[in-house]
């Protein structure tokens, strides 16, 4: 399951679309400049979006296709805006994004993106399978209820 934002108006202008990410990191953050001066982030999403378009055959040129800004809303919080251009993109904003979301959460390890925990954003986090971690909360019919039985 993954809570996919909007497209909004970029700030960029017409040809752009922006999308934003609420992002809870796992720790407290002392220095917030360092997150927002993250350019590891602008820097993997533009190469993934980069190769998406030569694979399909497009040229990307020299042109800039997406790019990544973050504003932090406190030492735990941020909203990690991805914006790419709109002409007909595949969804080119999900591979910015989970590039971008896995160069913050190497420096900052992250805890839920939209709301929902990180188990769940194995794909785009690029993560191995975990083990479930007992201390996060979890659903009241997780694990005790057999969908082959009857109600």
């Not at 994004?97 to 194995?122: E, S, T, Y």
Request: glycine letters at 6%; proline letters at 6%.
């Amino acid at each position: 399951m993954f809570v996919t934002p909007a497209a909004t108006q970029s700030r960029l202008g017409d040809e752009w679309e922006a999308r934003c990410w609420t992002v809870t990191l796992a720790a407290e953050v002392s220095d917030v400049d360092s997150v927002q001066s993250l350019d590891t982030m602008s820097e993997a999403a533009t190469a993934i979006v980069h190769s998406s378009l030569v694979r399909k055959g497009e040229d990307a040129g020299l042109q800039e296709v997406c790019k990544v800004e973050v504003a932090v809303v406190d030492s735990m919080h941020l909203i990690l805006v991805v914006s790419t251009r709109k002409a007909d993109r595949d969804r080119e904003y999900l591979g910015a994004a989970g590039a971008a979301m896995r160069a913050l959460d190497a420096k900052h390890p992250i805890a839920d993106v939209q709301g929902i925990p990180r188990r769940f954003w194995r794909l785009p986090l690029g993560l191995q399978s975990e083990e479930p971690n007992p201390e996060e909360p979890r659903h009241p019919d997780q694990g005790t209820r057999n969908p082959n039985q009857g109600t």
